[in-house]
């Protein structure tokens, strides 16, 4: 018997996880809503809606357990991922210095970038950080704060292309790679070549990493890759042909959600499939990727550019004019690009114990023309964002749950404690 209960006990997980999963329970709820909807539901195929949500309820020891809910869930049907692939990079970032071992090496390690391919750039200096220099803590910054680009690419030449999927691979996110740099117009061969880099402390050399080089493609299976009717090129010209996504980045809606599951819990999850991270580096990014632009102050950010709720899309849509007070927060990476608006968020409400996971992706492109910066998303997508954050919301407040959450290692800050307290 003893031998048998751990075979039993495997048995019954691969039941559990193999059981389909609910694709009514989300149609249902936003058909009920077709004066928040109508423009998406109309037409979702062409819209490029996936959504996946992901109810957490806790045991009598805080841990947390999942349901999720689908609608229109396809990993091989493609969608551009934009700047959601930046916080695998920053995860990865901080695993592979905890990997290294190496002495004086940290996040908070100045570096160097030198150029060792074409059109590849050098780094020395960051006036944005505190001592005017550049480090990957400060780049993680920057990413979870406005989705800054070149923070990614830089991360992007550390980890190498190899690497980086690599660990995609290892935790789990099947369905996708991340193969370029962005807004630089990286592709092919220019992608396969990173930089070399050095970090140091004053005089002294801590780590000499030399250019890296990955031969490899990373194929996936994947349909729609060919979209629109025409897009307009690197010279500004209109190209009266359909716009290919082959060859760029791929992140799967239920990857992302992965990988957030993971960063967040990862007590829900055995120990060798964990991110190797120490706790302050779980706290350094709960922290960052959960706070408004306006709570830093390296990098400091003008609020005409970067609002509060700049990079928050569910619940919050990106609107100018909301100062949230803090008792909601969106731990999230948000993405747009070629009209395509993507939120991967896990959303709490401190003061009523809500918790819930939810990533999804929209697309409005209404003259089908790729690369001209007209896209429809304060009309469509930012509102269906921000309407599906809030409708999961109101159904969580009214959805009973057996234990409330302790949701204290999510808390920052004394002011937010006094306001969850009165």
């Given at each position: 018997?003893?031998?048998?209960l751990p ?16 694709t ?5 709820l ?14 979702p ?11 957490i309820d ?11 809910f ?9 969608f ?12 990865f ?12 090496l940290?996040?908070?390690?100045p570096l ?25 803590g400060?780049?993680?910054?920057k990413?979870l704060?406005?989705s800054d ?11 190498g292309?190899?690497?980086?999927n ?7 996110a ?20 990173t ?23 990373y ?5 729609n890759?060919?979209?629109g ?25 239920a990857?992302?959600?992965l ?13 060798k ?14 922290y ?7 709570e ?17 899309l ?21 993405g747009?690009?070629y009209?395509?608006n ?7 409400d ?18 089908e ?6 896209y ?41 404690s ?5």
């Amino acid at each position: 018997m003893k031998i048998l209960l751990p075979f039993c006990l495997l048995l019954i997980s691969y039941k559990i996880y193999a059981q389909p999963m609910d694709t009514l329970f989300l149609k249902n709820l936003i058909e009920s809503h077709p004066e928040l909807f109508k423009a998406v539901l109309d037409d979702p195929q062409r819209k490029q809606v996936q959504i996946l949500y992901t109810q957490i309820d806790r045991d009598k020891h805080n841990k947390p357990h999942f349901t999720s809910f689908s609608y229109r869930l396809n990993p091989n049907w493609y969608f551009y991922p934009a700047s959601t692939v930046k916080l695998p990079a920053s995860i990865f970032a901080l695993e592979k210095i905890n990997e290294l071992k190496i002495k004086g090496l940290d996040k908070n390690t100045p570096l160097k970038i030198d150029s060792a391919w074409e059109r590849q750039t050098r780094v020395e200096i960051d006036s944005s950080s505190a001592n005017g220099l550049p480090s990957i803590g400060h780049y993680i910054k920057k990413i979870l704060l406005t989705s800054d680009n070149d923070a990614f690419n830089r991360l992007y030449e550390f980890l190498g292309r190899a690497d980086i999927n690599r660990r995609l691979k290892k935790h789990g996110a099947s369905h996708s790679r991340i193969i370029n740099r962005l807004a630089i117009g990286d592709k092919g061969e220019w992608a396969k070549h990173t930089n070399p880099i050095t970090f140091y402390k004053d005089d002294l050399l801590i780590y000499q990493q030399a250019a890296q080089y990955d031969p490899q493609d990373y194929p996936l299976d994947l349909q729609n890759l060919i979209r629109g009717k025409a897009y307009r090129d690197a010279n500004d010209s209109l190209i009266h042909k359909p716009y290919s996504f082959e060859g760029l980045n791929a992140y799967a809606l239920a990857d992302q959600q992965l990988i957030m599951k993971k960063l967040l819990f990862p007590e829900a999850f055995p120990k060798k499939e964990r991110f190797h991270l120490r706790d302050e580096d779980y706290r350094f990014i709960y922290y960052y990727m959960s706070r408004f632009p306006q709570e830093s102050d390296f990098p400091k950010y003008d609020s005409t550019e970067f609002w509060p709720t700049y990079s928050k899309l569910l619940f919050f849509g990106r609107e100018k004019g909301v100062h949230p007070d803090g008792r909601i927060r969106s731990f999230n990476k948000y993405g747009d690009s070629y009209g395509y608006n993507i939120d991967n968020a896990y959303i709490v409400d401190f003061k009523n114990g809500v918790e819930f996971l939810l990533t999804a992706v929209v697309q409005s492109n209404n003259n089908e023309i790729y690369n001209d910066s007209v896209y429809e998303y304060e009309e469509v997508t930012y509102p269906f964002l921000k309407n599906l954050g809030r409708l999961v919301y109101e159904h969580e407040l009214k959805r009973e749950k057996k234990v409330k959450p302790d949701l204290g290692k999510f808390i920052f800050g004394e002011s937010l404690s006094q306001k969850l307290a009165d």
